[in-house]
């Protein structure tokens, strides 16, 4: 199953569009709130403790570590930068469900190619977000009910009024890692979202359009989770363009948070070689985009990895510029994952059929340093079609977790790829696995989530409890001082911990 020290030579090309190296405009819309402020305050930086100041994100730092300094929590997918970071135990030794949001099942009608339908619950990625603010613990987290949610993580009451959209949120939610009352969200009504959450009721202060800012190849829904860093929000759409924007965060003379945002970047995610190695448009950027160093990795539904030179956030001289490429042959929806060594870690669907997807594999590991060889091992996974992953694969000391589409769990050791033990769930698997304390949860689509004690050294997982919740488990649980926060498509976001004395 191994697939050893692949070369595939590749020219690193540059064929992007004019304005993907000149400053945008702002792109605020009427009545947004997002006027420069009357008193401002230096914007935080986010950092993490022993990290390089030299870099933006410090692999070898961020690797399995908290994000940021100011706000303490899981802020977004995968918890940090390099998208490694799993949330803090201690995990429930006899779980139950201790509270279910909301009363009635988060639904709501949504047009997915040309189709529309009923969509209920929580999805991929869906992982929602947990933090402490004023002596609570809050969970925050879009739905398909179009709605962004605020809930106290011990009574699962509304803390604010719901934030609606124009349509369903599929993607997780990022709390501002700075201490700013600010969650960023996508929705599929075509804008990203800066929310505060500091008044009343949850308020918009900017959004940024899918359209308006360079050609687009796909659709107008955005469903990864940024990332903010030196006052800047990172983010690929499903428009087919990264995007860079800077946000000018601060507190106005009433005490609230303001931002006065800019679009500095924003370049299309395919070029004319990889549209013509697929045939086709569906060039998507569905991840989350991760940090390490200086540069940002993303993939999009074309099978197109990339990582951006962005040091000119840190530096403030500069544009951004294309570092690395390597084409993965077919749809890359999971998120990089970085390890603390700068690998990178990329999970691939299997749906194209091609050449090149045979030939490189469902699940990468690749050095971005040796571009003309970067493969370090690979796995393929070709079983049916959909086939391959959606999951982002959790990276620990000595081991990889991958679960596949069809059912398949892979636990591969990290150095070198080899298989260590597989396990069987029903399918299809599209949540990630979360990994706290040595302990592993993953949701399967019969409504289960289970937990796994994984082995010291040789052995297999081996199955602490089951928990049965009801609609396929799409999502990625949040866990937090604790509890486990996990929505489903039965329509509610669970809150699962040991009962009480």
Same mark, same amino acid.
């Given at each position: 199953?191994?697939?050893?020290?692949?070369?595939?030579?590749?020219?690193?090309?540059?064929?992007?569009?004019?304005?993907?190296?000149?400053?945008?405009?702002?792109?605020?819309?009427?009545?947004?709130?997002?006027?420069?402020?009357?008193?401002?305050?230096?914007?935080?930086?986010?950092?993490?403790?022993?990290?390089?100041?030299?870099?933006?994100?410090?692999?070898?730092?961020?690797?399995?570590?908290?994000?940021?300094?100011?706000?303490?929590?899981?802020?977004?997918?995968?918890?940090?930068?390099?998208?490694?970071?799993?949330?803090?135990?201690?995990?429930?030794?006899?779980?139950?469900?201790?509270?279910?949001?909301?009363?009635?099942?988060?639904?709501?009608?949504?047009?997915?190619?040309?189709?529309?339908?009923?969509?209920?619950?929580?999805?991929?990625?869906?992982?929602? *977000?947990?933090?402490?603010?004023?002596?609570?613990?809050?969970?925050?987290?879009?739905?398909?009910?179009?709605?962004?949610?605020?809930?106290?993580?011990?009574?699962?009451?509304?803390?604010?009024?719901?934030?609606?959209?124009?349509?369903?949120?599929?993607?997780?939610?990022?709390?501002?890692?700075?201490?700013?009352?600010?969650?960023?969200?996508?929705?599929?009504?075509?804008?990203?979202? *800066?929310?505060?959450?500091?008044?009343?009721?949850?308020?918009?202060?900017?959004?940024?359009?899918?359209?308006?800012?360079?050609?687009?190849?796909?659709?107008?829904?955005?469903?990864?989770?940024?990332?903010?860093?030196?006052?800047?929000?990172?983010?690929?759409?499903?428009?087919?363009?990264?995007?860079?924007?800077?946000?000018?965060?601060?507190?106005?003379?009433?005490?609230?948070?303001?931002?006065?945002?800019?679009?500095?970047?924003?370049?299309?995610?395919?070029?004319?070689?990889?549209?013509?190695?697929?045939?086709?448009?569906?060039?998507?950027?569905?991840?989350?985009?991760?940090?390490?160093?200086?540069?940002?990795?993303?993939?999009?539904?074309?099978?197109?990895?990339?990582?951006?030179?962005?040091?000119?956030?840190?530096?403030?001289?500069?544009?951004?510029?294309?570092?690395?490429?390597?084409?993965?042959?077919?749809?890359?929806?999971?998120?990089?994952?970085?390890?603390?060594?700068?690998?990178?870690?990329?999970?691939?669907?299997?749906?194209?059929?091609? *050449?090149?997807?045979?030939?490189?594999?469902?699940?990468?590991?690749?050095?971005?340093?040796?571009?003309?060889?970067?493969?370090?091992?690979?796995?393929?996974?070709?079983?049916?079609?959909?086939?391959?992953?959606?999951?982002?694969?959790?990276?620990?000391?000595?081991?990889?977790?991958?679960?596949?589409?069809?059912?398949?769990?892979?636990?591969?050791?990290?150095?070198?790829?080899?298989?260590?033990?597989?396990?069987?769930?029903?399918?299809?698997?599209?949540?990630?696995?979360?990994?706290?304390?040595?302990?592993?949860?993953?949701?399967?689509?019969? @409504?289960?989530?289970?937990?796994?004690?994984?082995?010291? @050294?040789?052995?297999?997982?081996?199955?602490?409890?089951?928990?049965?919740?009801?609609?396929?488990?799409?999502?990625?649980?949040?866990?937090?001082?604790?509890?486990?926060?996990?929505?489903?498509?039965?329509?509610?976001?669970?809150?699962?911990?040991?009962?009480?004395?």
């Amino acid at each position: 199953m191994l697939v050893g020290l692949v070369t595939i030579a590749f020219a690193v090309t540059r064929a992007l569009d004019e304005e993907a190296s000149v400053t945008a405009g702002p792109t605020s819309t009427p009545g947004s709130g997002s006027t420069a402020p009357d008193v401002t305050e230096p914007a935080s930086t986010t950092t993490t403790i022993g990290a390089d100041p030299n870099l933006l994100v410090d692999p070898a730092a961020q690797f399995g570590a908290r994000w940021g300094s100011t706000t303490e929590g899981l802020l977004t997918f995968r918890g940090n930068p390099t998208r490694s970071f799993h949330g803090t135990g201690p995990v429930p030794e006899r779980p139950e469900v201790l509270w279910r949001f909301p009363d009635e099942p988060m639904c709501a009608q949504s047009a997915d190619r040309g189709e529309t339908r009923t969509w209920c619950g929580m999805g991929w990625t869906g992982q929602p *977000a947990v933090f402490e603010r004023d002596e609570r613990t809050w969970v925050v987290f879009g739905a398909y009910d179009r709605n962004v949610h605020f809930v106290d993580g011990l009574t699962g009451t509304r803390i604010l009024p719901d934030f609606v959209t124009g349509d369903i949120i599929k993607g997780s939610v990022t709390i501002d890692p700075d201490g700013f009352p600010i969650v960023y969200s996508g929705s599929r009504d075509g804008f990203f979202r *800066a929310i505060a959450f500091d008044r009343d009721e949850p308020t918009e202060l900017w959004r940024l359009s899918a359209d308006g800012h360079g050609e687009t190849l796909w659709n107008d829904d955005w469903d990864g989770s940024a990332l903010i860093l030196r006052d800047h929000l990172l983010e690929g759409g499903e428009n087919s363009r990264f995007h860079i924007a800077r946000l000018g965060r601060a507190y106005g003379a009433d005490g609230l948070v303001t931002v006065a945002p800019e679009l500095v970047f924003s370049a299309p995610g395919w070029d004319a070689e990889l549209l013509d190695a697929i045939g086709d448009r569906e060039v998507s950027i569905e991840n989350s985009v991760a940090v390490a160093g200086d540069v940002v990795y993303f993939a999009n539904s074309g099978g197109l990895l990339q990582g951006w030179d962005v040091s000119s956030l840190r530096t403030g001289v500069g544009t951004p510029t294309r570092v690395f490429r390597y084409w993965l042959g077919d749809d890359a929806d999971a998120s990089v994952v970085v390890d603390d060594d700068g690998f990178l870690y990329v999970g691939v669907e299997y749906q194209r059929e091609n *050449a090149r997807a045979e030939e490189v594999g469902q699940l990468v590991k690749l050095d971005p340093r040796a571009p003309d060889a970067p493969i370090v091992w690979s796995v393929p996974v070709r079983d049916g079609n959909p086939g391959g992953s959606f999951s982002t694969p959790a990276v620990l000391d000595d081991l990889v977790i991958w679960p596949t589409r069809n059912g398949t769990v892979y636990g591969l050791g990290r150095d070198d790829g080899a298989e260590r033990w597989t396990l069987r769930l029903p399918a299809p698997l599209m949540g990630s696995p979360v990994v706290v304390d040595g302990v592993w949860l993953q949701g399967d689509c019969a @409504g289960v989530l289970h937990a796994y004690d994984l082995p010291d @050294g040789v052995g297999s997982p081996r199955e602490r409890w089951a928990v049965e919740l009801g609609g396929c488990i799409e999502a990625t649980p949040a866990v937090w001082d604790g509890r486990i926060y996990v929505g489903t498509r039965g329509g509610f976001l669970h809150a699962l911990g040991d009962p009480p004395d």
